[in-house]
Structure formats: C-alpha cells, structure tokens
C-alpha cells in the first residue's frame, strides 16, 4: 500500500522561508504523482501543488503560485515543497498525498501522511 | 476554478439512520469526484472515487453516486465511527478543489 511521512514544519516568521520533505515508502515511487494539501486551525481541506509522476508538469494554487514550489527526488524517493515569502495565513498542517493510480490524479489520492504542522508567526 | 458546495454543513443523525451528503460542482466534472473521511487531528481517508466506485476496504454502507454536476454520499446505516467530517473533491482539472467539508454528529 505505501506510506509516506512529513517533516519540516515549525514557526517561522513572515517574509522567511521553510522546506518541507516527504519521504515515501513501500510503493514505486516514480511511478506516481505527488500532492500536498493543507488544513488551516479549524478549517478545511486545500490543495497545495501537484506535481506528475515523472516531475513533467507542476500546478499550484493561487493562494501559492509564485512563492511555492513542488519538486521531487525520485533518487531518494522523497517529495519537497519549498515555500517562501511565507504568510500568516499559510499557517497550517501539511499533508503529502499520493495518487490513487499511477500516472493519473484522475481517481483521487489514497496514501496520505500525519502531517507536518507550520505556523508563521512573529 | 472550479468551485465545490457541499450540503448541509453540518448535520446531527443517530446510529442506524440512513443519511445522504451532496456535493455541487460549478461546471461538469464528469465522474471526476472523489470523496474522504476525516477524523479529528488525522487524516484524510480515501472513501470513494470516480463518483461512485468505492475503495479498497471502505464499508459497503458507503455509496456515492452523481455525474456532471450533482453528486451524492449516501451512508445505508450510519455506525458509531461514521462520525466525523466528510469532503468531496473534484480531480476534473486544477486547482483539484476541495468542498467546504460536512460534518456528520450524533444526535
């Protein structure tokens, strides 16, 4: 089935950046696309970025295009997300998320990790 | 983008009740609908995709059903661990957006 399992999270001040790194197991990891969403304190779900199987095409959403970026090293079979220019309003739990079907984010995503906490804060 | 409204927001039922979700997308979608289960301080789970197929070892008391626009997630009987927060998500195109979330609470 696999597993995968953030870190990275921590306080940060506004304007600094962070990195954040998902580690996968258990599964063929170039086989797959990767996401990240995030949950905000009592809020919903969000997605973040995904980024395709072969590392071919990246998306974002608004809230972070120009400021984040999804990369992926499939050598070390870890997924990152490099976030910079943070806000207070990123603050949020961070989940990496991995496609239900290899090649295609068609059908959902079905291996998620415990999440990794961040908070931009002064 | 498209945008994903979900109703009720919340909604208070009793074990055995039989209950239903639904999900309005802002354009079609076809079946590209997916719908999870999350429980306080975890995350997410994977109960249906394709609008209506369900996953590997989600309880059959689950069904979903829709297409274009209208979806729904049905629970036949609801049982004590049914309660929590349920999402539906569209994987149409991206940004791969997300409703606001229903969460299901015992009466």
């Known amino acids: 089935q696999g597993q995968v399992v953030e870190s990275g999270g921590g306080v940060v001040q506004p304007g600094r950046s962070l990195r954040l790194s998902c580690a996968a197991s258990g599964f063929t990891f170039i086989s797959y696309g990767m996401h990240w969403v995030r949950q905000a304190p009592g809020k919903g779900l969000e997605w973040v970025a995904t980024i395709w199987y072969d590392g071919s095409n990246k998306d974002y959403a608004d809230s972070v295009k120009g400021r984040f970026t999804i990369s992926r090293d499939d050598s070390k079979n870890t997924l990152y997300l490099q976030m910079n220019s943070l806000r207070a309003e990123d603050t949020a739990v961070y989940y990496c998320?991995?496609?239900?079907?290899?090649?295609?984010?068609?059908?959902?995503?079905?291996?998620w990790g415990q999440g990794t906490t961040v908070t931009v804060s002064s | 983008d498209i945008q994903m409204t979900q109703s009720p927001s919340s909604l208070s039922a009793s074990v055995g009740d039989r209950v239903t979700i639904t999900c309005r997308a802002s354009?079609?979608?076809?079946?590209?609908l997916n719908w999870y289960q999350q429980k306080p301080g975890k995350a997410p789970n994977l109960l249906i995709y394709a609008a209506s197929t369900l996953q590997s070892g989600v309880p059959s008391r689950f069904s979903g059903s829709g297409s274009g626009t209208d979806f729904t997630l049905t629970f036949t009987s609801l049982q004590p661990e049914d309660f929590a927060t349920y999402y539906c998500?569209?994987?149409?195109?991206?940004?791969?957006?997300f409703g606001q979330g229903t969460t299901l609470e015992i009466k």
């Open positions: 998500q569209q994987t149409y195109g991206t940004p791969y957006t």
């Open positions: 354009q079609t979608i076809s079946t590209y």
């Open positions: 998320a991995r496609d239900r079907v290899g090649g295609t984010s068609d059908y959902g995503v079905d291996v």
